[in-house]
């Protein structure tokens, strides 16, 4: 059976066939494609028709490579939705979520009365400037047209899976991060929406993973000269698909996916909405299953990817590959940030800010290329460590080493300094984990495969993971002492 995975991220997509041929996975890549985000005025959005025309040449390619699916699911970055309008088409353009229409939005709220606490004993959700709850709340100040107007909301898998088929439902995982879900009760919590001008009725009944979404609609299916393939609703949040397939073995174990960001923490039965997971500001996003993922966003590849873009902005380009032998040949424990700080959400000129960050922190700031990667790379792999440990407090567990998966394991240097700044082995694999999980949710489905155990059994036997052993622990434990006090983490 072939099933077809639509992985977007924040800057470009893929279709992936899967074939589960005994118990191994074969993967084909049958259609990769970008997904620049568009400043238009003072404004940055998600080309989301763009998105929606490469998720049809996806299928054609498929068609055309003799593969066409037996079923389709689509996973993307979280928080970001569309309004559709009382005569079912799209009202404006879905804002990114690295627009500045969230600056101060959430401080706000809580100034007005809308306290942390309750946010978070409601919905268990970590507090990011982004969130969607933010994002409307910023439409609502901005008096934005599309809410006089809107009829329906949907995530972005949820709104290209109703382009696809005609059928509007929202699906868990993404809706949770949402920050106005509320887990507890099982569905949109009314007061949160009230408070932030939603309106009730434009959210759905929610769709656990695995369920059925719906066909091609017959006008889709025709364009494409292909018949009315089964949409499934995947862990639609490409983070929770990406803890789908990370092959462990163990019940207790601690992941990082990792890509733009790094999604760091561990996989639970139930949200842990204590005190402590409040003022660590931990989340508890809706995963597969009847799971929850207690974790932390930590910054990322971002941080360098934009980097990149600013270089070449300046006309300077370089490989990944290049940027990581410069920073390997660079002087080791130089400079530090903290990769979560504020200033490093939004695009723009990286290594100026890091510089600055450097010298308010007293450091001397990094030089040339080499030097700037290198900060970054290190101070990924200090704060993993520092988050490592909060995951472990936060849910009572030890871990005996970390999984690493997502496209960005494909930075080697990252993976040895992770396990050098942990202290712990590193597993890495498989990079295309979201890709992977949405895959097995639908052979789960399917009856093809029977639970997510046995599917991370099946993703350990087909990608065998590589091992990173720590080294140079010593010169790793002072480093980390260090990287705390210069970045304040206490
Ligand atoms: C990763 C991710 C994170 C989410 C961020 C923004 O791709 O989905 O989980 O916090 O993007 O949506």
């Given at each position: 059976m072939t099933v077809l995975a639509y992985d977007l991220g924040a800057s470009g997509g893929r279709a992936i066939a899967g074939r589960l041929v005994g118990r191994t996975i074969e993967l084909e890549e049958l259609h990769r494609f970008p997904n620049d985000p568009v400043e238009v005025g003072a404004r940055l959005h998600w080309d989301v028709l763009r998105l929606y025309h490469e998720i049809k040449q996806g299928l054609l390619k498929a068609k055309h490579a003799g593969r066409t699916p037996d079923s389709v699911a689509i996973d993307s970055w979280a928080v970001d939705f569309g309004l559709v309008g009382r005569n079912g088409e799209l009202l404006g353009n879905p804002y990114h979520?690295?627009?500045?229409?969230?600056?101060g939005v959430m401080e706000k709220l809580f100034e007005e009365g809308m306290a942390r606490e309750t946010i978070f004993s409601r919905t268990g959700i970590q507090f990011l400037p982004f969130n969607t709850i933010y994002q409307l709340a910023a439409m609502k100040r901005d008096r934005s047209p599309l809410l006089r107007e809107a009829s329906r909301f949907l995530m972005i898998p949820d709104l290209l899976r109703y382009f696809l088929t005609g059928d509007m439902h929202n699906e868990f995982t993404n809706a949770t991060?949402?920050?106005?879900?509320n887990p507890l009760r099982g569905g949109w919590d009314e007061e949160l929406l009230a408070g932030v001008g939603?309106?009730?009725?434009w959210f759905g009944p929610v769709l656990q993973p695995g369920?059925?979404?719906?066909?091609?609609r017959a006008s889709v299916a025709a364009e494409l000269g292909v018949g009315a393939i089964p949409v499934v609703a995947a862990a639609e949040h490409d983070t929770g698909s990406a803890v789908v397939a990370v092959?462990?073995?163990?019940?207790s174990f601690a992941y990082l996916i990792c890509g733009t960001w790094s999604l760091m923490g561990t996989e639970t039965?139930?949200?842990?909405?204590d005190e402590r997971a409040l003022a660590l500001n931990f989340t508890n996003e809706g995963g597969a299953f009847g799971t929850y993922r207690l974790l932390k966003n930590i910054m990322g590849l971002w941080i360098l990817q934009e980097t990149k873009r600013q270089w070449e902005r300046e006309g300077a380009n370089y490989t990944y590959p290049e940027l990581v032998a410069l920073a390997e040949r660079a002087p080791a424990f130089g400079a530090w940030i903290d990769?979560?700080?504020?200033?490093?959400?939004?695009?723009?000129d990286m290594a100026e800010r890091i510089r600055g960050y450097c010298r308010e922190t007293g450091q001397r700031p990094p030089e040339g290329p080499g030097g700037l990667v290198r900060c970054i790379l290190e101070s990924l792999a200090l704060k993993y460590r520092y988050v490592l440990e909060l995951t472990e407090q936060v849910s009572g567990k030890t871990f005996d080493g970390l999984h690493m998966t997502g496209?960005?394991?494909?930075n080697e240097l990252l993976c040895r300094w992770s396990a050098n700044a942990i202290g712990k082995p590193v597993w890495a694999g498989p990079a295309e984990g979201s890709a992977i999980g949405n895959m097995a949710v639908q052979w789960i489905a399917r009856g093809e495969l029977a639970d997510v155990w046995e599917a991370r059994a099946v993703i350990r036997e087909s990608f065998p993971s590589a091992v990173y052993e720590p080294e140079d622990r010593e010169a790793w434990e002072d480093a980390y002492g260090t990287f705390r006090r210069v970045t304040g983490l206490a």
């Open positions: 979520y690295r627009d500045r229409h969230t600056d991060t949402t920050q106005l879900y939603a309106d009730p009725s369920a059925d979404a719906g066909r091609l092959p462990a073995a163990s019940r039965e139930r949200p842990v909405l990769p979560d700080d504020a200033r490093f959400l939004q695009p723009g496209g960005g394991i494909r």
